[in-house]
């Protein structure tokens, strides 16, 4: 191989690693979006309208599917670069409540907020009675099972390798 030969193979070697970090970030946040749809938000289940407390600190179970449903990723932008940044998050409005916790509810009109369950009807002016609501996180015990686990080492590995020189 020649020096010009070299330079051309090295050339194209870093351009094709450019793409490979937007690749690799894409295919994690999938990943972990997938996984937390489908696996943590699927470990307790009960039927829509029956009455379940989780454990503080339990991720919150699957009911009627709206807060799985509700999970997505962004793709990292279009750009080339040794690095690139995807994002997994959930777009229902209770997620970060169910998330991180600490704040109270109270009704958004009239004395009192309403519903039933197979328990009855429940009628309260702050939730919860006491003290801040606990934390029921879903996503970062997510993240936090994949490292440790190696899977997502894995995807990152699995979605890079295209570009690796």
Same mark, same amino acid.
């Given at each position: ?68 449903? =509700?999970?997505?990723? %962004?793709?990292?932008?279009? !750009? +080339? *670069?040794?690095?690139?940044? #995807?994002?997994?998050?959930? &777009? ?16 958004? =009109?009239?004395?009192? %907020?309403?519903?039933?369950? !197979? +328990? *009855?009807?429940?009628?309260? #002016?702050?939730?919860?009675? &006491? ?35």
């Amino acid at each position: 191989m020649t020096i010009d030969e070299y330079i051309a193979w090295l050339e194209q070697s870093i351009a094709r690693i450019d793409y490979g970090a937007a690749a690799a970030a894409n295919a994690m946040a999938e990943y972990l979006a997938d996984r937390i749809a489908n696996d943590m938000l699927r470990r307790t289940t009960h039927g829509s309208g029956v009455y379940h407390k989780a454990a503080p600190g339990a991720p919150p179970a699957y009911a009627s599917g709206n807060l799985a449903k =509700s999970t997505f990723w %962004m793709p990292a932008p279009a !750009s +080339r *670069g040794l690095r690139a940044t #995807a994002y997994v998050g959930n &777009s229902a409005k209770y997620a970060n409540l169910l998330e991180f916790g600490g704040c109270v509810l109270t009704p958004t =009109s009239g004395k009192v %907020m309403h519903w039933t369950d !197979s +328990r *009855g009807s429940w009628y309260h #002016a702050r939730l919860p009675a &006491s003290g801040q609501f606990p934390a029921h996180p879903f996503i970062q015990p997510t993240v936090q099972e994949a490292i440790d686990d190696g899977s997502l080492r894995q995807v990152f590995i699995d979605a890079f390798r295209p570009y690796d020189p």
